[in-house]
């Protein structure tokens, strides 16, 4: 499967603030998805990243606060904008591999606190 | 609406003691429903893919089966290494839902030695 590396792991950060995380694949994936995993509760998906077009956002998630980028096949960004409290989460980068299916593989996530 | 839901939201085990969990799923077609592990502090590991009902997956002291309605993942026989979440996932058979999985709030298992 492949491995996929997020930075930052985790951060602090201040109300207002936005914060830029990255995810990396050591392959290229056609599909690249975005998911918040808020404490205690499972995962929502926020955005599907489309390589060289904009990115698909789910329902409650908007693009003036959750930015994307997916400038290749390898590489994506997600950015939490004007950050609060409420934004204090997981953020999960994912792949799938295969088109075919739906198996879906996971970063370590990047643990944001937001203060 | 699609929806997956999973029972129990906790669970404790003896070492040894084996027992199952559920994943109920309401989606308009099914291409696929998933069972992934996830340990604290990390993202969810893949564990097993299932496409239609009767089929089942084993690996280790885990199986995992699927009817019509729902899923579920036996432990056989479980360690304190098995401790985790265990979530539930589907990917629904429609236009609406292209492409998009669905992740159940999962059940924290947990074995006592």
């Known amino acids: 499967s492949a491995v996929i590396s997020q930075k930052p792991s985790r951060d602090i950060c201040q109300r207002g603030t936005s914060l830029t995380i990255q995810c990396q694949v050591d392959?290229?994936?056609?599909?690249m998805f975005w998911y918040r995993q808020q404490p205690g509760q499972s995962l929502t998906l926020i955005a599907t990243?489309?390589?060289?077009?904009?990115?698909?956002?789910e329902s409650g998630f908007v693009i003036d606060k959750f930015p994307i980028s997916r400038p290749n096949l390898t590489f994506s960004t997600l950015t939490v904008s004007n950050m609060s409290p409420e934004d204090s989460s997981i953020y999960l980068c994912?792949?799938?591999?295969?088109?075919?299916?739906?198996?879906?593989?996971f970063g370590e996530g990047s643990r944001l606190t937001v203060l | 609406e699609d929806q997956v839901t999973q029972s129990p939201e906790a669970l404790r085990l003896q070492e040894g003691e084996s027992s199952s969990l559920n994943c109920s799923y309401t989606?308009?077609?099914?291409?696929?429903l998933f069972w992934y592990r996830q340990d604290p502090g990390k993202g969810p590991e893949f564990l097993f893919t299932?496409?239609?009902a009767g089929e089942e997956k084993e690996k280790e002291r885990l199986k995992a089966t699927l009817t019509k309605k729902e899923s579920f993942l036996h432990i056989t026989a479980p360690k304190p290494e098995d401790s985790a979440t265990y979530l539930c996932?589907?990917?629904?058979?429609?236009?609406?839902?292209?492409?998009?999985?669905?992740f159940g709030p999962g059940t924290s298992l947990s074995v006592i030695p």
């Open positions: 990243a489309n390589q060289g077009s904009e990115a698909t956002y």
């Open positions: 994912s792949v799938r591999q295969d088109a075919n299916t739906g198996e879906l593989f």
């Open positions: 299932l496409y239609s």
């Open positions: 392959s290229q994936v056609t599909m």
């Open positions: 996932a589907v990917q629904a058979n429609s236009e609406t839902s292209y492409d998009k999985v669905i």
């Open positions: 989606v308009s077609g099914l291409r696929g």
